[in-house]
């Protein structure tokens, strides 16, 4: 009651809870997008609630993922939300523990590295990769199967998260990271990643073994890839490498000074912890889709077969410039992405009291909330990507939607344009990266993700290399998602079941 009487009427209501400081941590932790809808419904665009003593307030749909990752990064500060789970693990002087206009820089080298030129290259080193993977001693072992028509089975995460850290190490990462991975290191990675939960990002200072392990770890790698850059300083030939490490070594700040080591290893690190679990997720909850949808899996098959199979009955690797024509691929990690995005929701801290239109969907006279400086601003594009104000058979998985142009996404995109009240250009076939699109897996504005075009590559290979080579089928159906992780992955059971591909 004191809730319903006591209520500042300027600012956003607050989500009725319980329990005073844990709040609303249950229901959100469980599942956020039932939560986020439950409190539309309630609430309209705008609300706010507590989570373990944090004041969050949430503002949902494009006009919500417009009036945050737009905002003025002076005020929406990512850096005061984030760092004090990501420096620890990245390290010093990178990303969030530097100053924005640093990051920025940061971002503009790797963005370099990640040139087309590189991406040529990086094809055929990642089906050299996942054909290899298939023939290891691993779970995933087709060439070693006598019996063609036996069925094998391998979980689909397990198998991702190990092929995105071959293919991501022997591209970006450089050889000598990929030529580390053994069981030992992996153990390695696994502490630092024991830094990365949400028990982390809500709480600084618990005495947990993992903060110690994930030091250890930080030290580790950070000296690893400092022994690499040196090693490569005294001995130049290494120069050609298509890497990251080789790229960041050439750059220089705009004020002339080169990177240093540290810097150089920790973006690096950044990079890794960027990547790996974003792409497993994405690869795994590709792949059970396929393997849950025949007719998807045969469309994709023929795509390949239609340009890269030979008339002697090999296959051609891809060209990157090839890949980025395939329609079908290409939908099915859009349409992966629209319904499982890695990250379901994104944080800023608000650093000064703000205005916020009460109603965000649509132009109205509601008047406004404030938001005071001090409270977490929450936008999620894993909401708008599957409203069915928005989408037609918003959280059905079909990667049609994005190649027929009366189609949903078409659709989609024209409903949010009458709910404005504007015409927002999209374009057909062009997923916008404006602040204001309802579709957001990569995020948008300043923090924007520059790792999309690495991570089509990454998945577009990886996802082609297995289909060219097994058929698959699913026992039971695509899984939940768990959301108790920082990245939403799929629960368990998500075994899939497998045979090599037989050819007339
Ligand atoms: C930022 C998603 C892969 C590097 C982001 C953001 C999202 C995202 C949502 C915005 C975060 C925010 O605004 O707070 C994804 C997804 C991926 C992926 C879905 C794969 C499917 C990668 C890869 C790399 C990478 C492979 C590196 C090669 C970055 C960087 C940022 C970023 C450097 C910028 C952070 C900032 O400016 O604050 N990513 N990412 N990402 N991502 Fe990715």
């Known amino acids: 009651l004191s809730q319903l009487l006591f209520r500042d009427k300027s600012q956003p209501p607050v989500v009725f809870h319980f329990m005073p400081w844990v709040g609303s941590a249950a229901a959100y932790g469980q599942d956020p997008i039932k939560f986020f809808f439950d409190c539309r419904q309630k609430h309209g665009d705008v609300f706010t609630f507590v989570l373990l003593g944090r004041r969050v307030t949430v503002a949902l749909g494009p006009g919500g993922n417009n009036f945050i990752m737009g905002g003025k990064h002076t ?94 190490s022997r591209t970006l990462q450089g050889i000598e990271v990929r030529n580390h991975i053994t069981k030992d290191y992996a153990q390695v990675y696994s502490d630092l990643d024991g830094g990365f939960t949400p028990l982390h990002f809500m709480f600084t200072n618990l005495p947990l073994e993992s903060y110690r392990k994930r030091d250890a770890a930080h030290k580790k790698i950070s000296d690893f890839y400092i022994s690499i850059i040196r090693q490569r300083r005294e001995n130049p030939g290494q120069e050609e490498e298509h890497d990251m490490i080789a790229s960041l ?50 469309a994709l098959f023929e795509e390949q077969v239609k340009h890269f199979r030979q008339p002697d009955g090999t296959w051609r690797t891809m060209e990157y410039e090839e890949i980025k024509d395939l329609p079908i691929l290409d939908s099915v990690i859009r349409e992966t992405l629209r319904i499982h995005p890695p990250i379901h929701s994104i944080m800023r801290a608000v650093r000064e009291d703000i205005v916020v239109p009460r109603t965000l969907s649509a132009p109205s006279e509601d008047g406004q909330y404030i938001i005071p ?67 957001q897996p990569f995020g948008a504005g300043r923090h924007r993700c520059i790792g999309e075009q690495f991570a089509y590559l990454q998945l577009g290979t990886v996802i082609t290399t297995v289909i060219r080579q097994v058929e698959m089928k699913l026992a039971s159906g695509v899984p939940d998602p768990n959301y108790q992780t920082m990245i939403t992955l799929p629960k368990k059971p998500r075994d899939i079941l497998y045979r090599r591909r037989q050819f007339d």
């Not at 023939?135 to 198998?159: C, P, V, Y």
């Not at 080591?261 to 679990?277: F, R, S």
């Open 75 to 168: 005020v929406f500060s990512a850096e005061d939300i984030y760092t004090h789970i990501t420096t620890p693990i990245f390290g010093k002087d990178v990303v969030y523990d530097c100053p924005n206009e640093v990051l920025m820089e940061q971002k503009k080298f790797v963005k370099f590295g990640l040139s087309t030129d590189n991406f040529r290259a990086y094809v055929g080193m990642i089906e050299e990769e996942v054909l290899g993977y298939m023939k290891s001693d691993s779970r995933f072992r087709i060439f070693q199967m006598n019996d063609i028509n036996e069925w094998g089975s391998f979980d689909a995460l397990k198998t991702m998260s190990e092929v995105t850290i071959l293919t991501a």
């Open 249 to 298: 070594m050439n750059q220089k700040y705009r004020n002339g000074r080169a990177l240093k080591d540290h810097e150089i290893a920790h973006i690096m690190i950044a990079l890794l912890m960027a990547g790996q679990h974003t792409s497993s997720s994405t690869g795994s909850w590709s792949l059970l889709h396929i393997a849950d949808r025949p007719d998807v899996a045969d």
């Open 373 to 439: 400086k001090g409270h977490v601003v929450m936008s999620s594009g894993a909401v708008s990507q599957v409203d069915p104000i928005l989408w037609k058979n918003a959280t059905e998985w079909d990667p049609s939607r994005w190649s027929d142009p009366e189609g949903v996404a078409a659709q989609a995109y024209k409903q949010y344009d009458d709910a404005n009240g504007a015409k927002v250009d999209f374009g057909f076939g062009l997923v916008s990266k404006g602040t204001d699109s309802p579709y």
